[in-house]
């Protein structure tokens, strides 16, 4: 995907395009920012950019015979280097860059290599890259990837091109995913306010099992006044996916109703795609019973994190959230 078709990430993508404008490419850089903002897929674009037969504008073109290679990773200059395993160990780098980095491109202008997760880099293995980073041979550009930028050591970190990367604006990615889903305004907000702004974790969460999963959490949610809550307990326990998800669009639900019931805006909800249930369920809820949920869900997730027995732990929420503002 060639820089034009990334949404967000305005700050990266001038930077980088500025560079190529200049030909004053960096021979190392440190894509930082969390998980799902886009650091890979730009990583790739800039590896198309510098190797792309067609580019315009100091863009790939996206089409040509290379850029669609790097796209599928088979070009044989972009290289990804990933854990063996648990890290990215000393062989990794001595095989795959200081072998192969002394030589020419074989058919693209440069050779590319991907560090992804450089955390990930074992002690011997992040000295080993050092040297390299000391005397970068030409034509090569490396692109270390992490969510933890403090975990790599201080004279790596020193040698790179370090570029942040933020969480894409709630608009921005709800139009982004509108048109690409080709789905409902709505659900695209949903998407973009439940994926915190993360592109790769929104496009995760419109998967038809997780709508399926989002549907039947909100769904015993919704009927936690006529069910009894043993039977709230059993049914979310009895959903085949993991518990962390489970709580967090519960979450979610009841943060909505009290955005609602304290007179929040639409622009506010979530769950958007949920608005008229949440209306009728709000006519039947008050700020202080809500409160008191909330922070019920938000205990079971802190609970979870201390291997507390699940079934347990379920029924102890939902028995609070059936009878919430009564004395534990
Ligand atoms: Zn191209």
């Not at 590319?112 to 450089?118: C, E, G, Q, R």
């Not at 608005?275 to 949920?293: I, N, P, Y």
Request: glycine share 4%; with cysteine.
């Amino acid at each position: 995907m060639p820089f034009h078709n990334i949404r967000g990430q305005q700050h990266a993508l001038e930077y980088l395009r500025r560079s190529l404008q200049n030909q004053r490419i960096a021979h190392a850089f440190l894509f930082t920012g969390p998980e799902g903002v886009g650091k890979r897929t730009t990583a790739l674009a800039l590896a198309q950019a510098l190797n792309c037969q067609e580019t315009e504008n100091q863009d790939a073109c996206g089409l040509c015979n290379t850029c669609r290679r790097i796209e599928k990773g088979v070009h044989p200059d972009v290289h990804e280097i990933v854990p063996d395993g648990q890290s990215i160990k000393i062989e990794q780098i001595r095989d795959s860059i200081h072998r192969e980095a002394m030589l020419k491109p074989l058919e693209g202008k440069n050779k590319i290599y991907l560090l992804d997760p450089a955390d990930a880099l074992t002690l011997e293995a992040a000295n080993s890259l050092l040297k390299l980073l000391e005397e970068p041979p030409a034509k090569v550009v490396l692109i270390l990837i992490t969510t933890q930028p403090f975990a790599l050591l201080t004279t790596i970190r020193s040698r790179c091109q370090e570029i942040r990367f933020q969480a894409v604006a709630r608009q921005v990615l709800a139009q982004w995913l509108e048109a690409r889903l080709s789905c409902t305004q709505a659900q695209a907000v949903t998407l973009a306010m439940l994926s915190g702004g993360r592109p790769a974790e929104a496009l995760r969460l419109a998967d038809e099992e997780q709508k399926a999963l989002r549907a039947q959490v909100l769904q015993i949610a919704q009927k936690t006044k006529e069910l009894e809550w043993e039977v709230c307990a059993q049914q979310v326990g009895e959903l085949r996916a993991e518990l962390p998800e489970i709580l967090m669009f519960l979450l979610t639900w009841y943060r909505d109703l009290l955005v609602l019931v304290q007179g929040g805006e639409k622009a506010l909800i979530i769950n958007q795609d949920y608005w008229e249930a949440l209306q009728q369920a709000a006519v039947r809820e008050t700020a202080e019973g809500l409160q008191e949920k909330y922070r019920s869900v938000l205990q079971a997730v802190e609970q979870l994190k201390r291997n507390i027995n699940v079934q347990l732990l379920l029924e102890n929420l939902f028995s609070r959230l059936a009878n919430p503002l009564q004395a534990i």
